[in-house]
C-alpha cells in the first residue's frame, strides 16, 4: 500500500489567467493538496492507497474527506480538527505563467495533526511512504513526519519526499534549506524541480551531496521538456511529452504518483533501480503529469490509468 502523508485543502482556483492575485474577480474551490493528490493520482492507476493527514471538522474538511472516500482510498488516517480550519490556497496565474500563493494557514488544520494521532497500523502496511516539505514549516506536524518516517521505515517502507517548496510558506530560506536537506537525508527517493535545484543543492553538481547522504535515486523534473535521474551508479534523461498547458498546478504530483505506481506494481521496493527501469517508469509518469497539464482543477485532473495507456500508445509507448 502507498500511504501519501500530509497536505489536503481547497484550492481556491482564479476565474481568469493572467492578472494578479488582488485582481481576480472570484475563485472556485477544488479538492487538492499536494499529498492528497499524489494519493488520488495512485489510486486511479491501480494502487491501493491510504491518505494520512488532517482538516477541519466543517463543511471543507468534511467534504474532501467524502471526495477521497469515493476514490476508494483508505481514510481511516483522516483526522478532524475541532479549532483549526481547513487550510485554502487562492492561486493566481501571471501573464508569463508562473503561479502566485496565498495561503490561508495561520495555523490551518493540516499543520496540527500531531504524533498522536497517527494512525500505526496504516504505517505497518506500508510498502511505499510519501511525504514533502508542506509537512514540515510547522509544529506539530513537524514531529508527526518524523514518527510516522520512523515507522514506516521499521515496517520495511521505501520512503519518498517531494521537496515541493512554497516560499510563502516558510520564515525565511535558510531554515527552509536546513530542513529540506534534512529530511532529503530520510528519503530513498527523493524529486525536485530545476529551481529547487538551484535553491537548495546550488546546481546539478548537488545532486551528488544527496546521494552522498543516503538517497538512493533523484529525480528532477523539467517541466515538459524531460527528467533527470541519477543513482549511485547510473544517470541520464527521459524526454517529456509537450502538450499544450491549461496550468501546471498538480503536474508534479501526477508524476510523483506515477512513480511510484509503477515501482509498486512491479515490486521493486528495494529502491536499486536500473536504468531501464527508470526511464520506463518516467516515461509512465511524464504520461501522466502531461494530462494533468491540459486540465484545469488538482484532484479532478488526476488521470485513470486507462486515459495513461491510451496516451502512452498515441506516442508510441506502451504502459
Known sequence: MLVSFGVIIMDMFPSEQGVGLAAVTHFTPVPGGAAANVAVAAQRLGVQTAFMGKVGDEQFGR???????????????????????????????????????????????????????????????????????????????????????????????????DVNYRDVLWRDIADAKDIVLEYAAKADIVKLNEPEVQLFLGGPAGVEGLLDAGAKLILVTLGEKEVYYQTKHVSGTQAGFPVEPFDTIGCGDSFMAGFLACIIKENQLTGNFDAADIVRYCRTASAGASITATRPGCIPAMPTITEVQTFLEKHGHTL
Open 63 to 161: 467534504h474532501l474527506h467524502h471526495v477521497l472516500h469515493q476514490e476508494g482510498i483508505d481514510t481511516r488516517g483522516m483526522v478532524f480538527d475541532a479549532y483549526a480550519r481547513t487550510t485554502l490556497n487562492f492561486h493566481a496565474i501571471r501573464p508569463d505563467g508562473s503561479i502566485e500563493h496565498l495561503f490561508y494557514r495561520n495555523p490551518g488544520a493540516d499543520t496540527a495533526l500531531a504524533p498522536a494521532d497517527l494512525h500505526t497500523e496504516i504505517l505497518d502496511n506500508a510498502c511505499v511512504f510519501h511525504f514533502d516539505s508542506l509537512n514540515l514549516t510547522d509544529e506539530p506536524c513537524k514531529s508527526a513526519v518524523d514518527v510516522a518516517i520512523h515507522r514506516a521505515r521499521a515496517a520495511g517502507a521505501l520512503i519518498s519526499f
